[in-house]
């Protein structure tokens, strides 16, 4: 039977697994693109042998949930079911169980984990305990990144540079600090590369106002590059995100650590 050919599940009750799968995209597109032609709803809906339609029409029922959307008076659709509202309340505060269960259920029923040609290598070369601590790590990022960009509507949320090549999904409190804001994406902001790394190097930081400050040193130079860059956006409002707004609990801890690095410099 051909691709196009395969019989289609719409007559059928979404299953807890496929709204795991379901969610899980929800996530990681704009909202504004949880349409039947977009790329990566068709290829959800081939996995699950559903229609796009049906498909978008579930991704449409989680933003009947989201608080975010409602603030900005965007509704989902009304006709959500009890499995949507489940799958909502289960995971929107649990985003590692969400990453791992959705990759499980997509690896069973696709064969594939999402890896790149290089990851695979890199991941045949170790042994289990550390290929089971790289693969987690890899479908974790990756969930992270595509959950930041997507509620930015990939732009930088300092200068609006819109080109997702350069841009990062930055983590507000670090990776390597806190375990359990790792996967979470209102612990991320989207920045492009320059930003970016001024925010890890703490030259430049967001108040929890969402307001952009700089460090002395930064405020200081006359270099016509650093006043482009740094200067012209000192003060200014960060581009919020539709989804995923940064929480005020991490910008604070972000805020104190720069403030304190300012005082003994």
């Known amino acids: 039977m051909s691709r196009l050919a395969r019989p289609s599940r719409d007559g059928i009750d979404w299953t807890r697994e496929e709204a795991i799968l379901a969610f899980d995209l929800y996530c990681r597109i704009p909202f504004k693109k949880t349409k039947a032609n977009n790329p990566q709803v068709i290829a959800l809906a081939h996995v699950l042998q559903r229609t796009p339609a049906s498909v978008a029409r579930r991704l449409g029922n989680f933003g009947a949930f989201d608080p975010e959307l409602a603030k900005q ?91 997702p090549e350069v841009l990062t999904a930055s983590h507000i409190i670090p990776w390597s600090v806190r375990e359990d804001t790792r996967v979470n994406p209102e612990n991320g902001l989207c920045l492009c590369a320059s930003h970016d790394r001024a925010f890890d190097r703490e030259l430049i930081t967001i108040g929890t106002d969402f307001t952009i400050m700089l460090c002395r040193r930064i405020k200081k130079s006359r270099d016509p590059a650093s006043q482009f860059l740094f200067s012209a956006v000192e003060g200014k409002r960060i581009l919020l995100p539709d989804r995923f707004t940064p929480r005020q609990e991490f910008l604070s801890w972000r805020v104190d650590r720069f403030l304190k690095k300012e005082t003994v410099a």
């Open 73 to 163: 008076d965007i509704s989902g659709l009304t006709h959500t079911s009890k499995l949507d509202e489940v799958i909502w309340r289960e995971f929107n505060s649990d985003w590692a169980k969400l990453v791992l269960e959705a990759d499980r259920i997509r690896l069973e029923r696709t064969g594939q984990s999402l890896p790149t040609d290089l990851e695979q290598i890199t991941a045949e070369m170790l042994g289990p305990t550390e290929r089971e601590t790289k693969g987690k790590q890899r479908i974790y990022q990756d969930f992270f990144r595509a959950s930041v960009l997507s509620g930015y509507n990939e732009r930088c949320c300092m200068c609006g540079l819109p080109h």
